[in-house]
């Protein structure tokens, strides 16, 4: 059970490039979560899906895409990438009902993009 | 949406003191509240949670109150040790249920240094 896997871990873009990240869960989670982590501001939701097939934006979409074809992955898409979306990105999920009786998100162990 | 202000953004302590982490949600329909560590390098992780019908909960040297009068939550660290040194996150939802889907909202994170 490797629980949530994203690539790459690192990336270097140059402006205007675009790139997927990955992101691939093994554990039937029906919710899953973009998240995007910028020093001193916390966790930003970009995307979230609640399952295959249906996707919402967040608070900070612009940018960005993601689809949702099968409950496993994921994926979150970069289009014409800028200098303000160096950061780095984390995946999460969690099961419909909650894990252990919580809301517990789990995490990624995050993708570090630069955009130069 | 919901907004969620965390204080201080750093705190340093000396091993074995006390630390308490403070934060203001703006929502009154936010009902769970969990904290997640974040070490150097590391993806988050869930430490304790708290929902909006309990006002304490503790579990070993971590407590977190909540007063839902006053919107605001802490979490308090008893006799801490270096291995507690790490980012802190607050965060706020409503819950998994009608259209919030379990989102979270974070607040910017407190760095937590523990000097032996």
């Known amino acids: 059970n490797a629980g949530v896997t994203q690539t790459p871990k690192f990336r270097i873009l140059k402006i205007g490039q675009s790139m997927t990240l990955q992101c691939t869960q093994d554990?039937?989670?029906?919710?899953m979560y973009w998240y995007r982590q910028d020093p001193g501001m916390g966790l930003k939701l970009i995307y979230y899906?609640?399952?295959?097939?249906?996707?919402d934006k967040g608070e900070v979409p612009n940018g960005y895409n993601v689809s949702r074809s099968t409950t496993e992955d994921f994926p979150l898409r970069l289009e014409l990438a800028a200098p303000s979306q160096t950061s780095v990105y984390f995946c999460?999920?969690?099961?419909?009902?909650?894990?252990?009786?919580?809301?517990?998100?789990?995490f990624g162990e995050g993708s570090r993009l630069t955009v130069l | 949406g919901e907004n969620v202000e965390q204080h201080p953004s750093t705190l340093s302590v000396q091993e074995g003191d006390s630390a308490v982490i403070k934060c203001t949600y703006s929502?009154?329909?936010?009902?769970?509240f969990p904290w997640y560590k974040q070490e150097l390098g590391k993806r988050p992780q869930l430490i304790i949670d708290?929902?909006?019908?309990?006002g304490e909960k503790k579990d070993q040297r971590i407590a977190v109150t909540l007063n839902k009068t006053a919107k605001h939550f802490s979490l308090h660290i008893t006799e801490t040790q270096p291995e507690d040194s790490a980012v802190y996150f607050c965060?706020?939802?409503?819950?998994?249920?009608?259209?919030?889907?379990?989102?979270?909202?974070f607040g910017q994170g407190t760095i937590l240094t523990v000097h032996p």
């Open positions: 965060a706020a939802s409503k819950g998994a249920g009608g259209t919030s889907y379990g989102k979270l909202t």
């Open positions: 554990m039937n989670h029906n919710y």
């Open positions: 708290i929902r909006s019908n309990v």
């Open positions: 899906s609640v399952g295959a097939g249906i996707t």
């Open positions: 929502d009154s329909a936010s009902n769970y």
């Open positions: 999460a999920s969690r099961p419909l009902g909650g894990a252990r009786g919580t809301g517990e998100l789990f």
